[in-house]
């Protein structure tokens, strides 16, 4: 009697560990690439999950899909067996793999990066997935929001926004004299990059007038009015302890709270939700993927 059991506790072992290693194999992350232009492919990693559902997550202004944040995402999301794509916007660059300086050549521009976004989201709809849901931290967020003013599908249910701000104001460090000279370089056919003040790059932003510009478009009001005009689900989360509050005031919570998106707030986090509140994001944004199967 005793033989028997021990056989069979190790027979039930065997089966466990064979189990973990089919489940960890179906979550073994691959990269993918498509085709930008005949010259420009970008890149992304994908994870297929057991589940209906897929998130397309995009990061933040300049980073990666290596991100810390946007680690911490994917790994919280594939544990509940979702598939998770995260693409690397290009910003020009063929399969770009390295977060850009602000002093590196900036060429691209908001409407290719929003371009690109479209183009996952039809790569996972030929993959045959119709429950879509889109991520975005910081810029990555803004980005989105716009994707889905522009380009609405159908496969779309949901869109969850973190750290959501804008990219042009006063109190963000915008310079008139920045978008003055730009404007009038455009005005005069002249591409020359230059060196602007933009969010935390200041004085050393290197690029051209036209990609300077293109992400000036993003105004604190037209995100709000953006915010009220997406027809499908919107959360936004945001850290009560994020630095910019400093910048454009605590009452952006407020004003966020007045538009059609759901507003919760992380109470101690900051615009990374970093530390332990890594943790109560990530509970968050599965709480907030979940009810798609309610």
């Given at each position: 009697m005793a033989l028997f059991t021990n056989i069979q506790t190790k027979f039930s072992s065997i089966l466990i560990f064979c189990a973990a290693i089919l489940f960890s194999t179906s979550s073994v992350?691959?990269?993918?690439?498509?085709?930008?232009?005949k010259t420009l492919h970008a890149q992304a990693e994908f994870v297929s999950g057991a589940s209906d559902i897929a998130v397309l997550i995009n990061h933040g202004f300049l980073t990666t899909n290596k991100f810390s944040t946007v680690q911490s995402l994917i790994n919280a999301i594939k544990d509940q067996g979702h598939s998770v794509l995260s693409p690397n916007?290009?910003?020009?660059?063929?399969?770009?793999?390295?977060?850009?300086?602000?002093?590196?050549?900036?060429?691209?521009?908001?409407e290719e990066d929003v371009t690109e976004i479209n183009a996952w989201v039809d790569w996972l709809i030929a993959k045959g997935y119709q429950k879509i849901v889109l991520l975005g931290h910081s810029s990555g967020s803004q980005e989105l929001l716009l994707s889905q003013i522009t380009h609405?599908?159908?496969?779309?249910?949901?869109?969850?926004?973190?750290?959501?701000?804008?990219?042009n104001g006063k109190?963000?460090?915008t310079l008139d004299s920045d978008l003055a000279l730009a404007k009038k370089l455009i005005d005069t056919n002249q591409t020359t990059p230059q060196k602007f003040s933009f969010l935390f790059c200041q004085k050393n932003y290197l690029a051209t007038p036209e990609s300077f510009l293109s992400y000036h478009k993003l105004t604190r009001q037209q995100n709000l009015d953006y915010l009220n005009a997406i027809t499908i689900p919107s959360y936004t989360i945001m850290g009560s302890a994020d630095k910019r509050y400093q910048k454009v005031g605590e009452n952006w919570l407020d004003e966020l709270k007045a538009t059609k998106t759901h507003l919760e707030v992380i109470e101690g986090a900051n615009h990374f939700f970093s530390s332990e509140h890594e943790f109560d994001l990530q509970d968050k944004i599965n709480e907030i993927i979940n009810t798609l199967n309610n």
């Open positions: 992350a691959e990269t993918v690439s498509i085709p930008v232009t916007l290009t910003l020009g660059i063929n399969m770009r793999e390295q977060s850009l300086k602000c002093n590196s050549l900036h060429t691209h521009t908001l609405p599908k159908p496969e779309v249910k949901l869109a969850i926004f973190t750290s959501l701000f804008y990219l109190d963000l460090g």
